[in-house]
């Protein structure tokens, strides 16, 4: 059993800032990588920013310069620092991570989800 759990989340005016945290819990043999991705009401989930456990991000056009993903992957934790934030990041954030772990001696890759946690920025 793996779990993803996020916190952080909340109201902010615009040009505010918010720091999300995700950890991961359970049965992990090694993580690949760790991310964010968000969904808007009615709009399908994107991908916002991810770090892989070799250390490279790769960030969403609509945040880069704004947002940074960081995190100690070993320790099976993430962030995502949100500057400046704009009405159109609005969003319901989850935490997503490709994790391995072993079965009966064999390695299995999947991806899992945090709960998500909202991030409304309004006046």
């Known amino acids: 059993q793996v779990q993803l759990v996020e916190s952080g989340g909340g109201l902010v005016q615009p040009g505010g800032s918010l720091r999300l945290s995700c950890a991961a819990s359970?049965?992990?043999?090694?993580?690949?990588?760790m991310g964010w991705y968000r969904q808007a009401p009615g709009k399908q989930r994107e991908l916002v920013a991810a770090l892989t456990s070799s250390g490279s991000t790769n960030y969403a056009d609509s945040v880069k310069g704004r947002f940074t993903v960081s995190g100690d992957i070993p320790k099976k934790t993430a962030f995502l620092q949100m500057n400046s934030l704009k009405p159109e990041d609005t969003a319901v954030y989850y935490c997503?991570?490709?994790?391995?772990?072993?079965?009966?001696?064999?390695?299995?890759?999947?991806?899992?989800w945090g709960q998500g946690t909202q991030v409304t920025v309004s006046s």
């Open positions: 359970g049965d992990i043999f090694s993580i690949k990588a």
């Open positions: 997503n991570a490709k994790i391995s772990t072993l079965i009966l001696g064999a390695r299995y890759e999947y991806k899992y």
